[in-house]
């Protein structure tokens, strides 16, 4: 067989061979998750073989009914929210400054500010916790917030300066010229322009802090801990369904969140600003 | 519109003020935090304290975790290995999938695949981690089909294998979302030229597609290699304490024995790896890039 | 002189910009009285953009002034300076309705609600979209948003108006409409007006006055009948419109006229007290003020210049044949309208090129 034909039968295998990795991959994708929505309804209180032999909502009843879990929910939204919003604001200025100047070092700055989604996070968990307490900041509520504005910081960053990059200065310009001072051409027309940006930061950031574990691990203490540190230590001890029902929770929350997304800017714009 | 007039005009003005706040913020609260753990590291356990505070400093506790014995390589090695394979084998999946989102044109198909990609982002890295402790459990999902299939069971939990699905599934995602953008800036009448000179889709595939989307890829991949490295939760829970990654190692060190010092010595060698192959292989390929006509 | 500047509207004193090492504008300096169409006109490089932003005061000049009715604004910000600018991809602002798009500069200035309405409402008629206004940019035509842009910068009344060549990205048709309905606006409104562009049909059509530029400097500015009749430079007659350029030495250069020797024939030129014998000239005649006879004699008409030759390529357009006909050692290229088919000359054929002295442009021998 020549070679255009041997060209000509990998593309016509090819093709069915690649719908079925997606398809084996989008299996591997959802099957956890389906599992996982299963057994926090399974009554029994040890991990056995599926079909569970009834129904219950006994674990949904745990989790909401645990104070533990509960102070950790109203930490995490508390810490999450606030740490987004000052996130949010410096991202917009730093990106501005980084986007629309230019100077030695940038790159090295934009580095800079990026560099926590690199470093590993229980090292910068490790570090703050000595660095927190030697300036005298002992409060785990005030300790969580600067380390989860830290974290989230490179991801408002990096949507609002892709969003900037794209954007048109004509338009500036235009306001520029027809009498606007910058302060209101920001306003104005920059801002509104942005705005995909600044929301999809705010969602990973908001996301993202209630994601993590390692760094928060050595900041919470007993009265101030995030909730996915509390089923981090529950999981440590016990392994019943409660985690299940929290998490089937958690992805009603993420479904929200999908839902947001879609309704403000659609979901492809926004996995154009994401990474 | 000349760009090159507002480049040359934004070079004489200052940005300062923009960058102040967070520049501010991160070096005194990041940066210092940081700089005080390797100032730290060179201090001696006391006790009693977390933070220590005398004078003296020394190399002492280098020389204890990596300098008298293996021990620490081996835990460093495994997690190079294990973030690799996993690296390695996301990337391989995830860039079909992302293939396919820039490039389908029937929207339905394209909505539902970015639904499932962005909802698997998105969800808890909890949820994933129990989701794969359920499935890899000896009770678990894949044991019961195993043995309704005839065959034993099999122990998954506190292996390497194991670990490394727990990280494929997490950085499955995040790889596909950081290759849509290369994938959709590889220009499309380029695709379609060379099809016009007779290349067929495969080829069209390797010889155009893949290498002009290569600058992204690695970025996308070394982004994933520095997150599956620094894993913390997935090994702890689906390596059951004999799967040990260094974040694991670095915690449960100091949960033990609170020794702040110490602990900071792992923690230095750590990010110095970690730092040193993010960068380093970065600027590498970026200047044999350049060579190539892609800078 | 104080009593000049109360009619002259823009000024320009030496404007010079450097961008590193690079000179995008070399002094240049015009003076454009109240009411004018001026058009900045040369290749892409050659600065006339920069010098239109330099007006605007998005690009700060690294010397020289920019004086409006007067005043030096040299140095004020751009929304001090009361220009209006339309731009080159309309720089429509997505997010706002064409109203609010339109309203944007009144409201800046504290309109009230009423007049601003009035005004927007004005605008649209002037520029011929009446009931647009709860459109937004994205719905409208590349035409539609053209005018849009023209009425934002029209209705803050602006002392001057800037077109940054603002039809480029218009296809043809609609381009030659558009040329003459901003030149119909313009007149009326009566606004002096800077328009940069690089299309010499639209600078001939649009302008009272051109100015053309090359690698920074204005290397001529007049009506677009002298530049076309009278281009200083090589590369102002091959720029507007088309030449043929062949050097020669001037033989001799009286009050009757001047003989110059070109590839072994002798061409007649009107006066020019300013060329001597022996001077070498580039000779400069328009493709389509050439006339083209069959055979190998001349007829007797009133042309005195004649040159023999071979036809060598035939391209036909339509309403215009051009031929390119080989001389001696040189060639040139006659434009002659079509007026049958049937009648064109062929490849090979031995004819005679002929033009009047009148039609022959005498040119510094090329330095550009």
């Given at each position: 067989?020549?070679?255009?034909?041997?060209?000509?039968?990998?593309?016509?295998?090819?093709?069915?061979?690649?719908?079925?990795?997606?398809?084996?991959?989008?299996?591997?994708?959802?099957?956890?998750?389906?599992?996982?929505?299963?057994?926090?309804?399974?009554?029994?209180?040890?991990?056995?073989?599926?079909?569970?032999?009834?129904?219950?909502?006994?674990?949904?009843?745990?989790?909401?009914?645990?104070?533990?879990?509960?102070?950790?929910?109203?930490?995490?939204?508390?810490?999450?929210?606030?740490?987004?919003?000052?996130?949010?604001?410096?991202?917009?200025?730093?990106?501005?400054?980084?986007?629309?100047?230019?100077?030695?070092?940038?790159?090295?700055?934009?580095?800079?500010?990026?560099?926590?989604?690199?470093?590993?996070?229980?090292?910068?968990?490790?570090?703050?916790?000595?660095?927190?307490?030697?300036?005298?900041?002992?409060?785990s509520l005030e300790r969580l917030m600067i380390a989860h504005v830290i974290i989230t910081l490179p991801y408002t960053i990096r949507t609002v300066s892709a969003t900037l990059t794209g954007f048109d200065r004509s338009l500036e310009e235009a306001a520029l010229n027809l009498g606007a001072t910058p302060v209101r051409t920001f306003l104005d027309v920059t801002l509104p322009m942005i705005k995909f940006g600044v929301v999809a930061g705010a969602v990973f950031a908001f996301a993202m802090s209630l994601d993590d574990v390692s760094v928060s691990i050595f900041l919470a203490d007993a009265f101030s801990s995030t909730l996915p540190v509390n089923l981090f230590a529950y999981m440590k001890s016990t392994f019943d369904p409660t985690v299940a029902a929290a998490s089937v929770l958690l992805m009603g929350f993420t479904v929200g969140i999908i839902i947001v997304i879609e309704k403000v800017m659609g979901l492809d714009k926004f996995v154009g600003i994401g990474v | 519109m000349r760009d090159v007039d507002r480049d040359e005009e934004s070079k004489h003005r200052s940005p300062i003020l923009f960058l102040a706040p967070a520049f501010l913020i991160f070096v005194f609260f990041y940066a210092g935090a940081l700089i005080m753990l390797f100032v730290q590291s060179l201090q001696t356990y006391t006790p009693g304290r977390i933070v220590q505070v005398s004078q003296s400093f020394s190399f002492a506790n280098y020389i204890i975790y990596w300098g008298r014995n293996l021990v620490y390589y081996g835990f460093l090695w495994d997690s190079l290995r294990i973030g690799g394979i996993a690296t390695v084998i996301s990337?391989?999946?995830?860039?079909?999938?992302?293939?396919?989102?820039?490039?389908?044109?029937?929207?339905?198909?394209?909505?539902?695949?970015?639904?499932?990609?962005?909802?698997?982002?998105?969800?808890?890295?909890?949820?994933?981690?129990?989701?794969?402790?359920?499935?890899?459990?000896?009770?678990?999902?894949?044991?019961?089909?195993?043995?309704?299939?005839?065959?034993?069971?099999?122990?998954?939990?506190?292996?390497?294998?194991?670990?490394?699905?727990?990280?494929?599934?997490?950085?499955?995602?995040?790889?596909?979302?950081?290759?849509?953008?290369?994938?959709?800036?590889?220009?499309?009448?380029?695709?379609?030229?060379?099809?016009?000179?007779?290349?067929?889709?495969?080829?069209?595939?390797?010889?155009?597609?893949?290498?002009?989307?290569?600058?992204?890829?690695?970025?996308?991949?070394?982004?994933?290699?520095?997150?599956?490295?620094?894993?913390?939760?997935?090994?702890?829970?689906?390596g059951s304490g004999i799967v040990l990654m260094m974040s694991n190692i670095i915690f449960s060190r100091y949960s033990e024995s609170f020794n702040y010092p110490g602990g900071?010595?792992?923690?230095?060698?750590?990010?110095?790896?970690?730092?040193?192959?993010?960068?380093?292989?970065?600027?590498?390929?970026?200047?044999?890039?350049?060579?190539?006509?892609?800078? | 002189m104080s009593d000049d500047k109360r009619y002259v509207d823009l000024e320009l004193v030496g404007l010079s910009k450097k961008f590193g090492s690079t000179l995008a504008v070399d002094d240049v300096s015009l003076t454009m009285p109240e009411g004018e169409f001026l058009t900045l006109i040369g290749p892409s490089g050659c600065g006339k953009t920069t010098t239109l932003r330099m007006i605007a005061g998005f690009v700060t000049p690294t010397s020289g002034e920019v004086r409006v009715k007067g005043e030096d604004i040299s140095g004020r910000p751009p929304y001090l300076r009361n220009t209006g600018m339309v731009f080159q991809n309309y720089a429509l602002f997505p997010h706002m309705t064409v109203y609010e798009n339109i309203a944007y500069g009144l409201k800046i200035r504290s309109y009230s609600e009423q007049t601003i309405r009035q005004n927007v409402r004005e605008a649209l008629d002037t520029v011929k979209l009446p009931g647009l206004e709860e459109r937004y940019p994205k719905q409208l035509s590349g035409g539609q948003q053209q005018r849009v842009a023209l009425a934002r910068a029209l209705v803050i009344q602006p002392a001057i108006l800037l077109f940054d060549e603002p039809l480029s990205n218009l296809d043809l048709k609609l381009r030659q409409q558009m040329r003459s309905e901003i030149k119909a606006i313009q007149r009326r409104v009566g606004i002096t007006t800077m328009y940069v562009t690089h299309d010499q049909g639209e600078a001939l059509v649009m302008s009272d006055r051109l100015a053309v530029m090359n690698k920074g400097r204005v290397v001529q500015v007049g009506s677009p009948t002298e530049v076309y009749e009278k281009p200083k430079t090589r590369f102002v007659a091959e720029f507007i419109g088309e030449a043929n350029y062949i050097e020669g030495t001037v033989l001799r250069s009286d009050s009757s006229g001047v003989e110059t020797k070109i590839d072994g024939q002798v061409v007649f030129a009107p006066p020019d007290t300013a060329l001597r014998e022996n001077e070498k000239v580039g000779v400069c005649v328009r493709p389509e003020r050439i006339q083209v006879y069959r055979g190998r004699e001349s007829p007797a008409t009133g042309e005195r210049n004649a040159l023999r030759g071979t036809v060598e390529e035939v391209v036909y357009v339509g309403s215009i044949v051009r031929y390119q006909v080989r001389l001696d050692r040189s060639k040139m290229v006659v434009d002659r309208m079509v007026a049958s088919v049937d009648n064109l000359c062929a490849v090979g054929e031995t004819v005679v090129v002929q033009w009047s002295d009148a039609n022959t442009i005498l040119l510094p021998a090329d330095t550009g």
């Open positions: 067989m020549d070679r255009f034909h041997l060209y000509r039968m990998i593309d016509l295998l090819g093709r069915p061979i690649v719908l079925v990795v997606l398809l084996l991959t989008l299996f591997f994708l959802i099957l956890p998750i389906v599992i996982t929505i299963i057994i926090s309804f399974d009554p029994r209180s040890y991990l056995a073989y599926l079909p569970p032999p009834a129904l219950s909502v006994r674990w949904y009843e745990s989790f909401l009914r645990n104070p533990n879990f509960m102070q950790g929910l109203r930490t995490s939204v508390v810490v999450g929210g606030v740490s987004t919003l000052i996130s949010t604001v410096l991202g917009i200025f730093a990106s501005y400054g980084l986007v629309r100047y230019d100077f030695r070092g940038k790159e090295s700055l934009n580095n800079f500010f990026l560099s926590p989604l690199v470093v590993p996070s229980v090292v910068t968990g490790f570090a703050l916790l000595g660095f927190l307490s030697t300036v005298g900041i002992r409060g | 990337v391989l999946i995830a860039y079909p999938l992302a293939h396919k989102i820039s490039r389908t044109e029937r929207a339905l198909v394209k909505k539902t695949l970015l639904t499932v990609l962005v909802a698997t982002f998105f969800i808890n890295s909890i949820v994933k981690v129990y989701s794969w402790v359920i499935m890899q459990g000896d009770a678990g999902l894949i044991n019961e089909i195993l043995t309704a299939l005839g065959y034993s069971k099999v122990r998954f939990l506190g292996t390497d294998e194991a670990v490394i699905i727990g990280l494929i599934y997490f950085l499955f995602p995040i790889a596909t979302m950081a290759l849509i953008g290369p994938i959709k800036n590889v220009d499309s009448t380029l695709e379609q030229a060379a099809g016009n000179l007779g290349a067929t889709n495969t080829q069209v595939f390797f010889d155009v597609t893949l290498p002009l989307s290569m600058p992204g890829t690695i970025a996308a991949t070394l982004l994933c290699y520095a997150l599956a490295v620094s894993a913390f939760i997935i090994p702890m829970f689906l900071a010595a792992l923690a230095m060698v750590f990010l110095a790896t970690i730092l040193f192959i993010a960068f380093g292989i970065n600027r590498l390929l970026t200047k044999r890039l350049k060579g190539f006509g892609y800078g | -």
